[in-house]
């Protein structure tokens, strides 16, 4: 629910049960003070009456005015004298029906007979008046609920405005693409803060990645170097003279290490270059010559593991880095063909908009973990960085990556449009 | 052939001196921006190995001069970064090749002989070695005047030994120098021992000595036994 519902709801149940509770003490308040004022003036009557009777000693005539009864009714003996008020109706006979009334009930005493005399005063003006004063008071309540209304609907909406473009984007923020935040300018306190907080973090957040990606590309070159040095040290040390086949194991074993480091290295320095979109020779590769040219390039693994290579392709051109599209192939065909086993076999299906490399291998699926850095299975002897290339570089170019497994067989979907 | 080394690293200058110091080389080498300046300026070389990550000037500004001089060294450029841009820029500005540290002995002298042989191409572009000479416009491999026909992979390993006769060469540079270095499918480079047994065979059966010598497990040297 949004922050704006939510304060309308608590704002309109609150001024309703507010509005209501008034309205019925409203109501309360002026019908106990009409009907005070006519019992005053029934009070009056009777007093007048009572008045009369003393200074006449006999009875007022039964007076019907248009708003006024009196009524006289001798009581038996043995009665004893009463007063109260009452609401009754009255026959109006002037206006001819029955209307709503006041009555004062209370007895005479008129030489030793017992009198009861009913007055009564008509009660419809004061309920009209009552009534428009109820209409009126719940006419402006509804006048000010459906103002409210329609002031937090659309000035909140106005008002909020700059909270919603600053969500917008954050939310469109992204760290590897570097884009700044745009500010729009606003009048109130608490977004100009929630603004300079957001662009803060921003650039924080920018220059702290910026500092870890500086740091793997240095890292990364430092290391060349030494390694540079122990190559050429053992290539130097391997012209120096005759070696025992011992120390041939331990030189290779050395240059093993050496190379994997290396590939570690220039495989992190690619992966920043690519987060950075620093490559940049875009042009239309033509992947059916560029595959032709990866199976060309691991024939002699292929035979040497007997694995039964499928090609179907069809015309794919797309537009990228020809560096890239060689190291995307590289690394799908090379997985496909390393994660083999003797006499498997692989298939690469090349359309115009999609790459699939569809391989027999080890019998149970990969997971999400496997595209990370540095994830690999406990079989694994890679680097663990082959699928995380792999889906760098599809990040890059906007193209979806999907793997399926069936029955020992992987299956890896690259398609191209976005 | 004459070759100046303008690397700041000390050690691995020294490497590459003693892998390139042989019979009819001269090797001279310079370790900052100013005495290879200096060098460029006074003498010609059929090479320059230039390291770009110098300490008191940009490498390529290197370039920039011999371009500015009209000289027409051969430059190979050696770099730490693997960047495509430091690549292209150093190409487009007269470089003839470039190699990305750490690389093999092996490799920097086959790249190196392949642009002295560029430059120094007068016509007929071949090498010779006793009985065996490689036509390298033609690619041509002929011994005792006999043409042999050899697959791409047995010709570039045989250009590959020619270039560094007397060296042993790993196994890993050759596979480095035969299918790239993103060929990482395993340690394992025993489908390259394929290759070397029909070049060898090629060889022999045409009437040659056996040059190819067997370095216990790590690599191979090509040479006069």
């Known amino acids: 629910m949004r922050l704006a519902d939510r304060y309308n709801r608590v704002n309109l149940i609150t001024a ?6 008034t309205g019925i003490i409203y109501y309360l308040v002026i019908h106990f003070i009409f009907r005070e004022k006519l019992d005053r003036d029934l009070t009056v009557e009777e007093d007048e009456i009572k008045q009369y009777v003393s200074t006449y000693n006999k009875l007022p005539l039964p007076a019907s005015f248009l708003d006024q009864q009196v009524n006289y009714q001798l009581l038996k003996g043995g009665t004893k004298e009463s007063r109260s008020f009452k609401n009754t109706n009255y ?6 029906e029955l209307e709503p009334g006041r009555s004062l009930i209370t007895t005479l005493v008129q030489g030793n007979k017992l009198y009861i005399v009913t007055i009564t005063k008509s009660r419809l003006e004061v309920d009209d008046l009552v009534r428009i004063i109820v209409l009126i008071t719940l006419g402006v309540t509804c006048l000010l609920l459906i103002s409210l209304i329609l002031i937090n609907r659309f000035i909140l909406k106005r008002l909020w405005k700059p909270f919603y473009f600053i969500l917008e984007q954050m939310k469109a923020f992204n760290l590897v693409k570097m884009n700044e935040i745009e500010l729009n300018p606003t009048g109130v306190d608490e977004f100009k803060e929630l603004n300079t907080s957001a662009a803060q973090m921003a650039s924080r957040v920018r220059q702290d990645y910026k500092e870890l990606k500086s740091f793997t590309d240095n890292a990364s070159h430092e290391m060349m170097t030494p390694l540079a040095v122990i190559n050429s040290k053992l290539d130097t040390l391997l012209q120096s003279g005759p070696i025992s086949e011992q120390q041939g194991v331990i030189l290779e074993d050395i240059y093993n290490a050496i190379n994997r480091l290396s590939k570690l290295n220039h495989s992190l320095l690619l992966l920043t270059k690519i987060e950075n979109n620093l490559i940049a020779d875009v042009q239309i590769v033509d992947f059916k010559d560029l595959i032709a040219e990866k199976s060309r390039q691991f024939q002699e693994i292929i035979k040497k593991e007997q694995l039964i290579l499928n090609i179907n392709l069809s015309p794919c051109e797309i537009e990228m880095s020809r560096y890239l599209a060689d190291i995307l192939l590289n690394n799908l065909v090379g997985n496909a063909v390393k994660y083999n086993h003797t006499n498997g076999c692989i298939t690469i299906n090349l359309k115009a908009d999609s790459i699939e ?5 080890k019998n149970f699926p990969l997971t999400e973990q496997h595209f990370d850095r540095f994830f690999k299975s406990a079989s694994s002897e890679g680097m663990g960085l082959g699928l995380a290339i792999i889906k760098q570089i599809c990040n890059l170019y906007n193209f979806s990556i999907e793997y399926s497994f069936s029955q020992g067989t992987h299956c890896f979907t690259i398609l191209f449009e976005n | 052939m004459k070759i100046l080394i303008v690397e700041d690293e000390l050690t691995i200058l020294e490497s590459m001196l003693s892998y390139f110091t042989e019979v009819g080389n001269v090797c001279e080498s310079a370790s900052d921006y100013l005495s290879a300046s200096e060098k460029i300026n006074l003498y010609n070389y059929d090479c320059i190995l230039l390291d770009l990550g110098l300490p008191d000037g940009e490498g390529l500004n290197l370039l920039k001069e011999l371009k500015k001089l009209k000289k027409n060294d051969g430059v190979l450029i050696i770099s730490a970064r693997h960047s495509l841009d430091d690549k292209l820029s150093g190409l487009n500005l007269g470089a003839d090749d470039y190699l990305v540290k750490p690389f093999h002995l092996s490799e920097l002298k086959a790249r190196v002989s392949a642009i002295v042989r560029r430059k120094k191409f007068d016509g ?10 490689v036509d390298i416009t033609k690619m041509e491999t002929s011994v005792k005047g006999q043409i042999i026909t050899l697959t791409k992979k047995e010709y570039d390993l045989l250009i590959y030994f020619l270039s560094n006769k007397g060296k042993v060469v790993t196994k890993n540079a050759i596979a480095e120098h035969l299918w790239g270095d993103e060929m990482d499918i395993s340690d394992d480079f025993d489908f390259i021992y394929t290759h070397i047994k029909n ?8 009437g040659a000595s056996d040059y190819l010598q067997s370095v216990y497990g790590i690599g191979y040297k090509f040479g006069m036994v």
Do not use: P
Not at chain 1, 16 to 21: A, D, Q
Not at chain 1, 91 to 96: F, G, I, L, V
């Open chain 1, 16 to 21: 309703l049960i507010v509005f209501l509770i």
């Open chain 1, 91 to 96: 026959y109006n006979s002037k206006e001819k």
């Open chain 1, 357 to 361: 490399v569809i391989n027999s291998g």
């Open chain 2, 124 to 133: 007929n572009n071949i090498i010779t070695f006793n009985e065996i000479s």
């Open chain 2, 199 to 206: 070049l060898r065979k090629k060889i022999i059966e045409a």
